[in-house]
């Protein structure tokens, strides 16, 4: 079984109880698609953003210290998308045709089939290539002094390219 079956059979379901749901992402944290029903290009632009809003959703959480990131949730004029983190490394976005009009029970019912496609993806991996969420508080780059560089990595005193005649 692949994460595309299991998120045929799952959101089948949820499509089904809400028909208000009008199309599915699953996602890497990376932000790299797995598997939807929305056409491809704006699927992959989804899965970037939902990524994106998940990182940020996850900092602002930990910086206040409220507790775990559970959604994120963007309402328009014509409806809401909403994301929720799918096991450890992973995504459910949902785009829903009706604006904020019951969302606690979309929340409920959605929560739940992202509690058992990322438990699937966490177990068997299901072809995610998605890395896990960092630490927030990890440092974001570490300097490494020019002199243990290897010398072909250095710059040479001499350019490299010339500048063309006027």
Do not use: K, N
């Not at 749901?21 to 939902?50: E, K, M, N, Q, R």
């Amino acid at each position: 079984m692949d994460a595309d079956t299991v998120m045929g059979t799952e959101l089948r379901g949820l499509r089904q109880r809400r028909p208000d749901i009008a199309g599915t992402v699953l996602a890497g944290t990376d932000g790299l698609l797995i598997s939807s029903d929305l056409p491809s290009t704006d699927a992959t632009h989804l899965a970037a953003l939902a990524a994106a809003s998940f990182g940020l959703g996850h900092r602002v959480a930990d910086t206040v210290r409220h507790g775990e990131f559970r959604e994120s949730v963007v309402c328009t004029t014509a409806g809401c998308v909403v994301t929720y983190p799918a096991g450890r490394s992973a995504l459910l976005t949902l785009v829903t045709a009706s604006a904020a009009g019951d969302l606690e029970a979309l929340h409920e019912e959605a929560r739940a089939v992202a509690r058992r496609a990322g438990s699937f993806l966490d177990v068997r991996g299901g072809g995610v290539r998605a890395t896990s969420v960092p630490d927030a508080h990890a440092p974001l780059a570490t300097r490494t002094p020019m002199a243990t560089l290897p010398a072909q990595l250095r710059r040479s005193s001499r350019p490299t390219w010339r500048r063309p005649p006027i």
